[in-house]
């Protein structure tokens, strides 16, 4: 009994002594063993070790990194759309010509001597499909309902060769280049070189019948022609002018100086030149054989 009362007295004394000390531990022995009693923390008083702290330096903050994106001031650009090419449209196919543009031969004479015939070329078939003949061609199908292609299709080629008939050789190969004019009253008489300024050409007619037909040309403004009726005063194979110093082969007379001769200067450079008031021929084989014809006195008739 008295060993337990000394036991608590030891006990009431160490609590006593660890209230006072704080927080401190302290060993006690009880019933012949030790024992380690933890101090208790005083009422609000934390857990944590109650030794003086030395104050550590403040560590120091992170410094934070800031990106700066800056802002688009305009849209970006939209990239260009890739066009896919469209399928090349496959052309209607139109059927060779006839009669080409651009071609020659007999071919394209039948076709101007039928145009000529319904009055849609005006000049004598020459054997070539220039512009000329192109325009008369469109001019004929517009007269007939065609498409107006100047280009001679089948059936502008059917149509042409149903309204006209063949042509003649005289047709095809007509003695002028242009068309013989319609002779002048004065001409349908007698033996007379009838001539024409408007189409440029000379007809050899005996009583309204032409024997020969030719192409000339005349003088030019500061030396022109004469017109109205004359007659041949004489004749001069190979003739040489006195006062222009040039050959005027099978010359034939009419009125002064003036005559009707063959003109090497015309067969060369053909209307791109003039006389000095003479006609001139440049076919040399039909003036050679209407000079041998020709007789002094025969009419010469030159109008307009």
């Not at 990106?67 to 496959?90: F, G, L």
């Not at 109205?228 to 002018?241: A, C, E, I, P, T």
Request: hydrophobic fraction near 35%.
């Amino acid at each position: 009994m008295h060993g337990r009362s000394v036991v608590r007295t030891a006990l009431a004394t160490a609590a006593a002594a660890a209230l006072v000390a704080g927080c401190r531990g302290e060993t006690v022995t009880l019933d012949g063993q030790r024992h380690t009693r933890a101090a208790e923390p005083r009422a609000g008083t934390s857990t944590a070790s109650t030794a003086p702290r030395t104050p550590a330096a403040a560590a120091p903050r992170p410094h934070r990194t800031y990106t700066h994106t800056p802002r688009a001031t305009h849209r970006p650009a939209t990239p260009p759309r890739t066009r896919v090419a469209a399928k090349p449209r496959t052309a209607p196919r139109v059927a060779p010509p006839v009669v080409a543009f651009g071609t020659s031969g007999e071919r394209v004479r039948e076709l101007q001597a039928r145009l000529r015939q319904l009055g849609h070329f005006d000049r004598n078939p020459t054997g070539y499909f220039g512009t000329v003949t192109r325009a008369s061609v469109a001019s004929y199908q517009r007269a007939r309902g065609l498409a107006a292609t100047g280009s001679v299709d089948s059936r502008t080629w059917t149509s042409l060769r149903s309204r006209t008939t063949p042509p003649t050789r005289d047709q095809l190969y007509p003695p002028t280049t242009n068309p013989l004019a319609k002779p002048d009253s004065r001409c349908l008489t007698g033996r007379v070189l009838c001539i024409s300024k408007n189409s440029r050409t000379l007809a050899w007619m005996i009583n309204g019948r032409v024997v020969s037909a030719m192409d000339v040309r005349f003088g030019s403004q500061y030396t022109p022609t004469r017109e109205g009726l004359f007659q041949v005063n004489f004749k001069s194979r190979d003739h040489v002018s006195t006062i222009y110093d040039t050959p005027m082969p099978y010359a034939m007379f009419f009125s002064g100086g003036q005559a009707v001769h063959y003109s090497a200067d015309f067969a060369a450079r053909g209307y791109s030149g003039a006389s000095h008031g003479c006609v001139n021929v440049r076919d040399k084989k039909k003036i050679a054989a209407v000079f041998k014809q020709v007789k002094a006195g025969d009419k010469v008739v030159v109008y307009k």
